[in-house]
């Protein structure tokens, strides 16, 4: 009862929609006709004139109208021709018709009333119910009272099965036919009953056909398809003749049909096909008749009956079938065509151009319908191997219907991005879920040693993914016949030049890891893509008479390709290597072909390598190999990066010579950093991860890193702002071991001991493991305010300042005490009068610089480290010093402070004399001597 009267319910909102549409399209042409009536209406009342009047006015006319020339309507709507009135005084002029708010006007001079009001969408469904609620009550009694007859003789046991499907299918056509009987009678008080009993016979006999195979066994499976269809048929034949209300009401009692009948069926594939059938039917209904909506209606009556099978059943092939079925049909019908011709706008062309438009109703249908079923599909749960094939499957069929058999379609192109996006999401998302194919690939033969297996799914996921690469060239040769190199051309070859590619990635990054070196048979299958790539670079060339931006991009795929084949048989340094080469022949590449988009190849290649120094394998393993493998592998890379920057060309080539020059920068100072660690590791011996030169050395790795991404602040752009997040980042990790070096690692305040890190300061002085733990950061910082601009350049300065001065106190510390630095040993007198004598000398060269440069800031400077100097001498020197210590320490101080403020009074002297003769006679006065 409650799935009937649910049927009812639904049923009787798609009536009332459809009487609705039907009753505003009628007012919409009643209320202009009315308008029209209204006007020539008020444009026939002239005003009354006397006699004499008229006819001087008329005479008036014949004369003038025999010297102006006529004009056509043209010349009345061109404003080049017909310039518009000017405006009285005080009055707004009257617009033209070509004008923005014109507004028209009778000959009366009053504008053109609007006709009137229509009502409204709720205003028209009561007044509907309120005439003829009767008729769909009537009918729907009648329908029910049918089908509890048939219930009652089930209860009561004095229907057969056969006898059961038998009244099923007779009450359905005695519904059609007395609907049919009515029509042909049909009055005004009988419109709406001849839609509906047909609407209910069909309902019936799709369950009867339904419970005679899935429910009794008495037909076998292709009486029941050959019923289903001639049903659909009836169903289609009978919407085409008598409307949009009959086709709803099919395909909503169709749709409710296998779960209005009841019963258990052992698969669910015929309930599938049976869906399908519907779709389609409903599609078939509309393509001739352009309801639109029955085709929405149709497409989510088959796709939420398909749903629900599955969600009973959990047999996934069948629905997913269903839905490609589904987009294909949605794709066809409604063009009534078998290969779609769609042109014009697309929902996708018009987020970034919205003059292109949205499309009509066909391409929405179809953007809809692959959406939806490309959502659909990616969510599916893959139990085995076998349906995450049919899944990788369903989407190539899917992108080969769009570059393929859409060919001509141009507003359909853009589709192939939903079952691509689809097809590489699958592969992360069975490594994020564990899903079949993440088995361990490392397999141990005969003798039990781990030996790196393949997966077959793998390869024909790869096969897959390399059909629909081809078919998307193809497609893109294709749109360049006859014409120019134009966006649908460009599209599908960049299609082309990611798709295939990006699957190997995927496979490697989430699959396929980890590994062992030399997995050569996983390495073939990529280098066999990378041939593929080649080859359809070699075909792009041709058709554009020469190597084109189709062309890089698929050279570009294929050296990125090799690169992953190297990646999976080579070791680490040989590995670097080959990554250096590589950029090598892309700048050679570029400079021989002119392919501007092998810059984007360098910037991933200057990327890569710089993972590889910094984390995989990093510095670490930069640390450990032996020193030949080291070399090897920063010599390679500095070499292949200096080698693709001689050879880039100059012109607009901003990007590329960027990356390489920031990837010179950074790899070369880590480079530095790491032979420092190898040759102090060396001879200090131990565990010193965690002193204060290790720490130095690994926060010069981070500065280095960051100074690289600044340096490349200057493409701007829209991934300026990613810089500033990484340099930052990296100034922050930097930081942290910076903190860790100044405080438990710092010799000046830290002992060291047994549960402390080690302490001991190693080499000569100056040239000792304090100059790696703070100058060479200091340096870093000050090499990163060099590349840097504006806010960057002054906050390097600052903390490069205060690690410089701190590693030359240490450093007299350690010349005075070469025991040891720490705090609590005390201090000694020479010790604090070196510190004296050290910042008036610093604060003198300060000054002197300033004045040679006429900077002001360094004169700032420079009284803030004298200021510094005078503090230290009264409180510190005053108290800590005696004898002639202290004398010569407020001696040095007052002969040397007399000897500053001479020299400042100086420089300030002479920045006056340079402005004033810079000003000119016409600033300063003519005549005037400077000042003196």
């Known amino acids: 009862m409650v799935a009937l009267l649910t049927l009812a319910v639904i049923g009787l909102g798609v009536w009332l ?17 009315l308008r029209e009536l209204e006007g020539l209406k008020r444009a026939g009342q002239t005003p009354r004139t006397e006699p004499e009047e008229a006819e001087g006015i008329a005479s008036t006319a014949a004369a003038e109208a025999e010297v102006a020339p006529r004009k056509t309507a043209r010349e009345l709507l061109d404003p080049a021709i017909t310039p518009p009135e000017p405006a009285r005084d005080g009055e707004p002029r009257r617009k033209l018709p070509w004008e923005e708010g014109y507004i028209p006007e009778t000959e009366t001079g009053g504008a053109i009333p609007d006709g009137p009001r229509e009502p409204g969408a709720g205003e028209k469904v009561v007044a509907w119910l309120q005439a003829n609620w009767f008729y769909a009550v009537s009918a729907l009694s009648l329908a029910l009272a049918g089908l509890f007859l048939v219930q009652y003789g089930i209860e009561q046991g004095y229907l057969t099965p056969t006898m059961r499907v038998a009244a099923a299918l007779a009450l359905g056509a005695a519904l059609i036919g007395g609907g049919e009987w009515i029509r042909r009678r049909q009055t005004d008080a009988t419109a709406y009953l001849p839609d509906t009993f047909s609407a209910a016979g069909i309902v019936s006999l799709y369950g009867g056909v339904l419970a005679a195979r899935a429910l009794y066994g008495l037909i076998g499976p292709g009486v029941a398809m050959s019923g289903l269809v001639a049903v659909s048929v009836g169903a289609m034949v009978l919407g085409w003749l008598n409307g949009p209300v009959l086709a709803a009401f099919g395909l909503i009692g169709a749709g409710a049909a296998p779960f209005l009948v009841g019963g258990d069926a052992d698969s669910a594939t015929l309930f599938y096909v049976y869906y399908g059938c519907l779709g389609i039917v409903g599609l078939a209904i509309d393509a001739w008749r352009q309801w639109r909506w029955v085709s929405v209606l149709a497409l989510g009556v088959a796709g939420a009956g398909g749903l629900a099978c599955f969600a009973a059943s959990a047999e996934m092939p069948g629905f997913a079938v269903l839905l490609t079925v589904l987009v294909l049909a949605a794709m ?5 065509e078998i290969g779609p011709t769609h042109e014009g706008g697309a929902p996708l062309r018009w987020l970034f151009d919205r003059s292109a438009g949205k499309g009509g109703f066909d391409v929405l249908i179809a953007w809809g319908a692959m959406l939806a079923a490309c959502v659909v599909l990616l969510a599916l749960p893959r139990a085995g191997a076998a349906e995450l094939l049919l899944i990788e499957g369903l989407f190539t069929v899917l992108i080969l219907a769009v570059a393929l058999w859409a060919w001509q379609a141009r507003a359909l192109s853009e589709l192939a991005l939903f ?22 690939t490392m397999r141990p033969d005969a003798t039990g040693v781990p030996m790196p ?15 629909g690469t081809v078919a998307a060239a193809w497609r893109s040769l294709v749109a360049t016949r006859g014409g120019a190199l134009g966006r649908e051309a460009l599209f599908w070859g960049l299609f082309a030049a990611l798709f295939a590619p ?12 980890p590994r062992v070196p030399g997995t050569f048979g996983w390495a073939g299958h990529v280098l066999a893509l990378a041939s593929l790539m080649v080859a359809i670079a070699v075909r792009f060339a041709r058709a554009d008479g020469g190597p084109g931006r189709r062309t890089a991009w698929a050279v570009l795929s294929a050296s990125g390709l090799i690169a992953l084949a190297l990646f999976v048989i080579l070791t680490k340094s040989a590995l670097t290597v080959a990554l250096a080469v590589l950029l090598v022949v892309a700048a050679a590449l570029d400079r021989r072909f002119r392919l501007r988009e092998m810059q984007l190849f360098i910037a991933l290649g200057v990327i890569v390598l710089g993972w590889r120094v910094v984390i995989d394998p990093g510095l670490v393993w930069s640390v450990q190999a032996s020193w030949g493998a080291f070399f090897l592998g920063f010599g390679a890379a500095l070499a292949g990066m200096a080698a693709a920057w001689r050879l880039l060309p100059e012109e607009n080539r901003l990007l590329g010579r960027a990356f390489l020059e920031s990837g010179l920068l950074m790899i070369g100072g880590i480079f530095v950093t790491a032979t420092l660690w190898r040759f102090i590791d060396e001879r200090v011996g131990g565990d010193g991860l965690a002193s204060h030169w290790t720490m130095g050395l690994s926060a010069m790795v981070w500065l280095f890193c960051a100074a690289a991404q600044v340096y490349r602040m200057r493409l701007g752009g829209r991934l300026k702002w990613l810089r500033i997040t990484l340099a930052s980042l990296y100034v922050l990790v930097a930081g942290l071991f910076l903190l860790v070096g100044l405080t438990i690692s710092n010799p000046f305040v830290s002992e060291g001991g047994y549960s402390l890190p080690d302490t001991t300061i190693h080499g000569p002085l100056v040239l000792d493991s304090l100059a790696v733990a703070y100058l060479g950061p200091a340096l870093v910082l000050l090499l990163l305010a060099r590349v840097g601009a504006g806010r960057w350049r002054y906050a390097a300065w600052v903390p490069a300042g205060a690690l410089a001065a701190f590693w030359v106190f240490l450093e007299i510390r350690r010349f005075w005490q070469p025991g040891t630095v ?20 610093l604060g003198a060269a300060l000054l002197w610089q300033a004045i040679a440069t006429g900077s002001t800031p360094l004169r700032r400077a420079a ?15 005053a108290r800590g010093l005696t004898g002639l210590f202290r004398v010569f320490s407020f001696l040095a101080l007052g002969l040397s402070l007399a000897a500053l403020a001479w020299l400042n009074r100086w420089a300030a002297q002479e920045a006056a004399e340079r402005r004033s003769g810079e000003e000119g006679p016409e600033q300063s006065g003519e005549g005037d001597e400077p000042p003196g």
């Open 502 to 513: 990006l699957v190997p990635l995927g496979l490697e990054l989430f699959w396929l890891s």
């Open 453 to 467: 297996a393949l997966p077959l799914e793998a390869s024909i996921v790869l096969v897959m993914a390399a059909h």
């Open 419 to 440: 079952p691509a996006l689809g097809f590489l999401a699958v592969i992360p998302l069975e490594s994020f879920l564990g899903g079949v194919l993440m088995r361990d």
């Open 17 to 33: 929609i459809a009487v609705q549409i039907g009753l505003g399209r009628v007012q919409r042409r009643l209320g202009a006709a």
């Open 863 to 877: 009284l803030v480290v004298i200021g510094v100097a005078v503090v230290k001498v009264f409180l510190i020197d």
């Open 822 to 841: 720490w705090v609590g040993v005390g201090w000694l007198d020479g010790e604090l009068y070196t510190y004296t004598v050290v910042l008036i000398a």
């Open 332 to 336: 066809a019908f409604p063009r009534r």
